[in-house]
């Protein structure tokens, strides 16, 4: 089973990241580097779900773990955002099987080898 890593810029209240597969930066980590995040991440083989861009490039010149699930949704209010997660949870987590990267757009789901 997949465990996520759920960057501070994310809110915590997402349906679908409720349970033991999940961590949070902001509760655990008190706003740690991206190094330090990365390096963590790498280490207890979690998935790091996140809106920063430099994740995204970061995966794209290493070799995983950790993966990464970037959320490229641009500015949608949080009702939205979580009926958006409910709705393609399970498709990222499948996606992100059998991808390093998985880009998540409003229309559609991107994945990276």
Do not use: C
């Not at 010149?61 to 709705?87: C, Q, W, Y």
């Amino acid at each position: 089973m997949s465990r996520f890593l759920i960057d501070e810029n994310l809110p915590l209240k997402v349906n679908v990241w409720r349970g033991s597969g999940f961590e949070f930066v902001t509760s655990s980590f008190q706003s740690e580097s991206d190094d330090w995040i990365w390096n963590y991440a790498r280490a207890n083989d979690l998935t790091i779900v996140t809106k920063d861009s430099d994740f995204s490039y970061r995966i794209l010149t290493s070799v995983p773990p950790p993966k990464v699930i970037h959320l490229r949704l641009g500015n949608v209010r949080l009702r939205e955002f979580a009926e958006i997660m409910d709705r393609r949870w399970e498709s990222i987590i499948l996606l992100s099987e059998t991808h390093k990267l998985v880009n998540v757009l409003p229309d559609r789901l991107e994945g990276v080898e």
